[in-house]
């Protein structure tokens, strides 16, 4: 029986020192991260990922991933500033073709349907688009909770709109069209 516990406590701790944290899901700061907002409130936590870059970051990181506690996370914080109100909707378009469900409940005033469901990523090319828009469509199309229905619905539109205005502006022929003329030049006397 004994040596059963001691095998049991050594596999337990080779599993939990490979499963080491990583930059996309830090292991068990969701937890804390939960356990910090109940301490000292989310007012205090949201305005500390706008002070903390890593803490920030690492909550962020949490947050793209559609890790359910993480997600938790989300739904608690409040946007201290409009950075941070654009940095937790583009962590939750990313969560968005993970979890959809989740994500799309926490979308209200807090989190627009617009923003998160917008294609919001900075930096994109039109592969990126397209992928994001057919990996978040067949999330949307795979949520079957009745009271979400009409959120899938703009979600859905809002997700068709941001790819076509998102391939416009990638598309070189838009770039020509849109630069605007050189300046003059002028003479110099």
Same mark, same amino acid.
């Given at each position: 029986?004994?040596?059963?516990? $001691?095998?049991?406590?050594?596999?337990?701790?080779? $599993? #939990?020192?490979? =499963?080491?944290?990583? %930059?996309?899901?830090?292991?068990? !700061?969701?937890? /804390? $991260?939960?356990?910090?907002?109940?301490? !000292?409130?989310?007012?205090?936590?949201?305005? %500390? /990922?706008?002070?903390?870059?890593?803490?920030?970051?690492?909550?962020? &990181?949490?947050?793209?991933?559609?890790?359910?506690?993480?997600?938790?996370?989300?739904?608690?914080?409040? @946007?201290?500033?409009?950075? #941070?109100? #654009?940095?937790?909707? /583009?962590?939750?378009?990313?969560?968005?073709?993970?979890?959809?469900?989740?994500?799309?409940?926490?979308? &209200?005033?807090?989190?627009?349907?617009?923003?998160? =469901?917008?294609i919001p990523f900075l930096k994109a090319d039109s592969n990126e688009v397209i992928s994001y828009h057919t990996d978040a469509v067949r999330a949307l199309?795979?949520?079957?909770?009745?009271?979400?229905?009409?959120?899938?619905?703009? =979600? !859905?539109?809002a997700l068709d709109s941001s790819r076509s205005r998102r391939l416009q502006r990638i598309d070189p022929s838009y770039i020509i069209k849109n630069t605007?003329?050189? #300046? @003059?030049? !002028?003479?110099? %006397?």
């Open positions: 029986m004994r040596r059963e516990i $001691t095998l049991a406590a050594l596999i337990a701790i080779a $599993t #939990a020192s490979g =499963c080491k944290e990583n %930059r996309w899901v830090p292991r068990g !700061r969701a937890e /804390i $991260t939960l356990s910090e907002i109940k301490l !000292r409130g989310a007012a205090e936590v949201s305005r %500390r /990922i706008d002070s903390d870059e890593s803490f920030g970051q690492s909550v962020l &990181d949490g947050i793209a991933s559609g890790d359910s506690v993480w997600l938790d996370v989300a739904a608690q914080l409040t @946007p201290a500033s409009a950075a #941070a109100q #654009a940095s937790l909707s /583009i962590a939750l378009a990313s969560a968005l073709p993970h979890a959809p469900q989740k994500v799309l409940s926490m979308v &209200d005033d807090k989190y627009p349907a617009e923003e998160v =469901c917008g199309g795979a949520v079957k909770d009745s009271s979400l229905v009409n959120l899938v619905g703009v =979600c !859905r539109m605007p003329p050189p #300046a @003059p030049k !002028r003479s110099r %006397r």
